[in-house]
């Protein structure tokens, strides 16, 4: 018997549960905007500079940026996810880079994003994931309607609508408007999703 330590000499039930799956590696899913992608910032720094406010995710508290402005203004939000460069331009959300090249030694992960809402955004939301992940594989990106039809073991989302019909576990990120939500474990930002995962 070995006893020189180490992970691969451990009898298979005491390995860490997180690398256990019948050899292969877990998958997790991961959407993009407000989680990967600092979406809401972008919202933000439009609505600000029309209308010269200067509205802060704090001063969301647990609602969207849709439910704080006057009512005849929320068109111009759909309008700014129409204009081209929106998406493109999207700031990547603080740390997510590096925690993501990590995960991927670790685990199979995948890109998903409920691109429905807005499908003249397909290009310019890939042109974002190959500039600021540029080794992420094509075979890894998700374009979907429904999350449910995802076969991970997790889904890190801000949305906790898509974790409805999902059937491995969903990690909700946090942002504004879910801080009211408690039915699922929670992510505050990517220094947790490393912790919860590595
Ligand atoms: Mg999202």
């Known amino acids: 018997m070995n006893h020189s330590g180490g992970a691969a000499t451990l009898p298979f039930f005491l390995l860490p549960w997180k690398k256990m799956n019948n050899g292969h590696k877990q998958r997790i899913a991961i959407d993009m905007d407000e989680v990967l992608a600092d979406t809401l910032a972008q919202f933000l720094a439009a609505y600000n500079r029309e209308f010269g406010e200067n509205i802060t995710k704090s001063d969301l508290a647990e609602r969207k940026l849709a439910e704080i402005i006057p009512a005849e203004r929320r068109e111009r939000l759909r309008h700014y996810a129409l204009t ?17 090249a990590e995960l991927r030694e670790r685990y199979e992960v995948f890109i998903a994003t409920a691109a429905m809402e807005f499908p003249s955004s397909f290009n310019e939301k890939y042109d974002w994931i190959k500039a600021h992940f540029p080794d992420f594989p094509n075979s890894h990106i998700v374009f979907c309607g429904d999350k449910c039809v995802i076969a991970a073991d997790f889904l890190i989302d801000d949305s906790p609508r898509h974790f409805d019909r999902f059937a491995g576990q969903g990690f909700l990120y946090t942002a504004p408007h879910n801080r009211a939500e408690s039915r699922y474990p929670r992510l505050n930002d990517w220094a947790e999703v490393r912790r919860q995962f590595l």
């Open 84 to 100: 081209p460069g929106f998406f493109r331009d999207i700031p990547v959300m603080e740390g997510s880079r590096p925690v993501l």
